[in-house]
């Protein structure tokens, strides 16, 4: 996601995500994964040193294509503070009954700052519909790339993202184009190209859910 923001900027508190803070059970999926059951849930404010130790155990790759290089605590409080407030919905998975250790992070965004996808799509000729889209950018833990966890998360993600009448799914600052593993993830999953910015470094791609 080369060109997202810091977690907190948005744009008004959505009241179905304000609602989800408060009793996240719709959004809890079990997922099973190369022999291991995980949970999906959404994020909540006592995965704080999870979520660190997840982000610290991040390779130098995983972290360029995903967040970047803030620090690991920091960034974990700021995403802990954003739980039910401004447009950002977190899910995370972990093995049944291993909370503590986190093995994947979903960010999902419901808005669409004028000067980012909403500017660019319409240059490709695509214009989005702000109360329909969502952004979305997936992280998983380096240990379980190619094992289809990323893949399974994918379902129940949409799932959330239909909870708040979004049937339009765009990656959320784009995908850095020499990130190929993940382009190859999100074509096999029905995205498809709109277009590329920054000089051709990043691309955009969307796909519509059904
Ligand atoms: C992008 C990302 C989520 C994709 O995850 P992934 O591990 O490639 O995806 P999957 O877990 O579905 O694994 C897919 C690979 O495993 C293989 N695989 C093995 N078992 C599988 C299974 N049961 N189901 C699906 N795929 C399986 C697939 O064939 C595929 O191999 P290939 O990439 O050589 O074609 C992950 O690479 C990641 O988190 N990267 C770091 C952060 C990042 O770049 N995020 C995106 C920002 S835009």
Redesign the pocket.
């Known amino acids: 996601?080369p060109g997202a923001g810091p977690p907190s900027d948005c744009g008004g508190v959505l009241p179905v995500l304000v609602a989800l803070a408060a009793d996240p059970g719709p959004l809890r999926h079990r997922l099973s994964?190369?022999g291991s059951s995980f949970a999906l849930r959404a994020l909540r404010a006592d995965d704080e040193p999870a979520l660190t130790s997840f982000l610290a155990g991040?390779s130098t790759?995983?972290r360029r294509?995903?967040h970047g290089d803030t620090e690991p605590a920091v960034e974990a409080a700021g995403l802990i503070e954003a739980i039910g407030r401004y447009d950002k919905l977190r899910l995370v998975a972990h093995r049944e009954g291993r909370p503590d250790r986190l093995d994947?992070l979903v960010d999902l965004s419901f808005s669409l700052p004028e000067d980012s996808e909403l500017a660019r799509y319409a240059g490709y000729g695509i214009p989005l519909d702000p109360e329909c889209t969502v952004r979305f950018?997936?992280?998983?833990a380096d240990a379980?790339?190619?094992?289809?966890?990323?893949?399974?998360l994918l379902p129940p993600t949409w799932s959330a993202a239909r909870l708040l009448d979004r049937d339009r799914v765009v990656?959320?600052?784009?995908?850095?184009a020499d990130?190929h593993?993940?382009r190859?993830?999100y074509y096999?999953a029905g995205f498809i190209e709109a277009g590329t910015f920054d000089n051709g470094t990043a691309v955009d791609m969307y796909r519509d859910l059904p």
């Open positions: 996601m994964v190369a991040l790759t995983s294509f995903w994947a950018g997936p992280c998983v379980w790339h190619g094992s289809g966890l990323a893949a399974a990656l959320y600052g784009g995908v850095h990130n593993r993940a190859r993830f096999r």
